[in-house]
């Protein structure tokens, strides 16, 4: 079958469409196994000309959209065009139709919503719709036809990820990305322990409860195996990024993982660290494999809003103390935090303001908080009446989501105009670009000693 794939992602700061996601680009390698001829499309935005291009190229005999909860009206529109003009059934998935399944199937033209993650359930259903006069009832695909509306759990967990293929990742343009970053982007599991507020993390756990193991991780050679073929393919590549928010949570897969990684790769790397779980041994240990960044989540200096709201089980003293011993081990810092959160105040903004101003990391990352679809927070922010009039359209704007009282989104936005102004960010131009190519194989020389 010929599938044109539409990828709905917000654009953001240096980061194109269409964006290489790890679970996509495992779903696209099996679908390419089965046989499918796949095309892909992205679209941060409605882009009329763009669709009927990628429609003219693939000649699809069916859309399949993966749409990001904060890309749902460009996706409307584009299903409208589709729907009144190429009279192409459309089956949706990712983020959006998994924290509002009967929403997405509202969309125009939409047959199908794909809950959850597709290997299994997606991949099953377009075996099966090789037959159009059988309703197919796929675990994990909801429906709605002239008999109703059908709603089937999702199928169990992929639990064996070394299971499934490699990402695919030449539709992304993936080329292009090393050659203009240096970098490759890797996954080492799915799945995150915590269950953070502002995250889609919790809900998405809960969903699969009594379905399978949630937090995963391949088996190191697996990763590494991976890691050696990218390298092959594009020679271009001088770092690693490490996607995984829980990727130094389990001590003693690090442990291994780290090991085999600096005797097998040696490539600098970044990647996140959890500050409640950072310790001077920790430190030492990613920078002796070769890590030169990592990124903590402060969120705010509020203890109220990281803990009450966003239930971090976060303190002050312990992102003091986690980003001090990353410093001591010479590693580069980056924090992020959210302004404009649920109960933020110009006091708490202050405050956020004072502590980074304290901490001094390397690089801050400020965002307008946004009420992400399928959080928490976001159902509080509902329940007092906060959630922005505008919707979606204040994230592609960088506004905060929310707007309360106390706290108005104009007074967020001076705050984050100032801090950005005050604080070295990344709205430029990232550290690692305006490193020349001798200072990058320079690095990678010293690690290489180190290692022998």
């Not at 499918?36 to 000309?49: E, N, Q, S, V």
């Not at 993650?117 to 719709?129: F, G, K, M």
């Not at 809003?305 to 810092?333: C, K, P, W, Y």
Request: with cysteine.
């Amino acid at each position: 079958m010929r599938i044109l794939v539409l990828q709905f992602v917000p654009g953001t700061r240096r980061r194109r469409v269409p964006r290489f996601e790890p679970q996509l680009g495992t779903l696209l390698a099996l679908l390419e196994r089965r046989g499918h001829t796949l095309g892909l499309l992205g679209l941060a935005g409605f882009d009329l000309a763009a669709v009927k291009a990628a429609l003219a190229r693939s000649l699809p005999q069916l859309i399949y959209a993966d749409i990001s909860p904060v890309c749902v009206d460009a996706a409307r529109r584009t299903f409208e065009y589709i729907e009144r003009r190429e009279y192409l059934p459309i089956v949706v998935g990712g983020l959006y139709p998994t924290v509002e399944p009967a929403a997405a199937l509202s969309l125009p033209g939409v047959h199908a919503a794909a809950i959850g993650e597709p290997d299994a359930s997606l991949v099953t259903y377009l075996e099966r719709i090789k037959d159009p006069a059988v309703r197919q009832i796929v675990s994990g695909v909801w429906l709605r036809d002239e008999q109703g509306l059908a709603r089937p759990a999702p199928p169990p967990l992929v639990e064996d990820l070394s299971s499934l293929p490699f990402p695919h990742r030449e539709l992304f343009g993936y080329a292009a990305h090393v050659a203009r970053d240096g970098e490759l982007e890797i996954a080492v599991g799915r799945g995150c322990p915590q269950h953070c507020g502002y995250c889609l993390n919790p809900g998405l756990a809960t969903l699969y409860a009594g379905r399978g193991v949630w937090v995963r991780r391949r088996p190191v050679g697996h990763i590494l195996a991976e890691i050696a073929a990218l390298r092959e393919r594009y020679p271009g590549a001088r770092r690693i990024r490490f996607l995984d928010h829980a990727l130094t949570l389990d001590r003693a897969w690090l442990a291994e993982f780290l090991a085999a990684y600096r005797t097998r790769c040696g490539l600098p790397w970044r990647g996140h660290v959890r500050a409640n779980a950072t310790d001077s041994e920790l430190a030492a240990q990613l920078a002796a494999s070769g890590c030169v960044e990592v990124t903590l989540e402060l969120i705010s200096a509020s203890d109220f809003i990281r803990n009450d709201v966003f239930t971090m089980d976060l303190s002050g003293e312990q992102v003091a103390a986690a980003h001090a011993a990353l410093r001591a081990a010479r590693l580069r810092t980056r924090v992020t935090v959210y302004l404009g959160a649920p109960y933020e105040s110009e006091a708490s903004l202050a405050e956020t303001r004072a502590m980074l101003l304290s901490l001094r990391p390397d690089v801050v990352d400020v965002r307008p908080y946004f009420p992400w679809p399928g959080t928490a927070a976001r159902e509080l922010a509902r329940e007092h009446g906060w959630l922005h009039s505008r919707g979606e359209e204040q994230y592609h704007r960088e506004h905060p989501g929310i707007d309360m009282p106390a706290c108005r989104p104009g007074i967020v936005g001076r705050f984050v105009r100032r801090l950005r102004a005050e604080l070295p960010t990344e709205v430029a131009e990232p550290w690692w670009r305006r490193w020349p190519a001798t200072a990058v194989a320079n690095l990678a020389a010293v690690f290489e000693r180190r290692r022998l």
